[in-house]
Nanobody, 120 residues
Framework: VQLVESGGGLVQSGGSLRLSCVAS????????MGWYRQAPGKQRVLVAR???????KSADSVKGRFTISRDNAKNTVYLQMNSLKPEDTAVYYC???????????????WGQGTQVTVSS
């Protein structure tokens, strides 16, 4: 299973960006899909994740500003980011948990990351 992100870039403080992540390959099922981010010199942390049933968990720092959504038919997860702040600057990674070609073997998948830079 491969994850490909798109939608990152440079934006001014207060602006918006929408990230997309498409999963492809030998997908049997995808359970949770989500987004993590890693700022320079810091650990990778959860931004938001969503289950196939629509249950959402978000970091407190993004609640009210970021919205995660998912299109199960397209194996795609989105992250709408509004009211962006300089502290949101990071590489954003798509993550998915599910089963690929080895049915019955849970796996975790990561995208290559997309840079989001918010200027003040």
């Amino acid at each position: 299973v491969q994850l490909v992100e798109s939608g990152g870039g440079l934006v001014q403080s207060g602006g918006s960006l929408r990230l997309s992540c498409v999963a492809s390959g030998s997908i049997f099922r995808l359970d949770t899909m989500g987004w993590y981010r890693q700022a320079p010199g810091k650990q990778r942390v959860l931004v938001a994740r969503i289950t196939s049933g629509g249950n959402i968990k978000s970091a407190d720092s993004v609640k009210g500003r970021f919205t995660i959504s998912r299109d199960n038919a397209k194996n795609t997860v989105y992250l709408q980011m509004n009211s962006l702040k300089p502290e949101d600057t990071a590489v954003y990674y798509c993550n998915a948990e599910g089963e690929g070609q080895y049915i019955g073997v849970p796996e975790e998948y990561w995208g290559q990351g997309t840079q989001v830079t918010v200027s003040s």
